[in-house]
């Protein structure tokens, strides 16, 4: 359910989104990287690992 994802985590999954749909150069890996670091400067273990799942998901649909 989208409403009980805290607004935050929602901006930081837009934003990695938003890189692995428009910055094709920037390697998954790193992507994802970046935007779990993000979330461990705000959040602890259970958002960074959703964070982690969904942009792995994503980028998998994404740039298959």
């Known amino acids: 359910n989208k409403d009980r994802v805290l607004p935050l985590v929602r901006m930081i999954l837009r934003c990695g989104v938003f890189e692995l749909m428009v910055l094709m150069e920037t390697?998954?890996?790193?992507?994802?990287?970046?935007?779990?670091?993000?979330?461990?400067?705000?959040?602890?273990?259970?958002e960074k690992k959703l964070v982690h799942a969904l942009l792995d998901k994503i980028a998998?649909?994404?740039?298959?």
């Open 27 to 46: 390697p998954t890996p790193v992507v994802i990287s970046e935007y779990v670091k993000l979330a461990e400067l705000f959040f602890d273990e259970p």
């Open 60 to 64: 998998k649909e994404i740039r298959a």
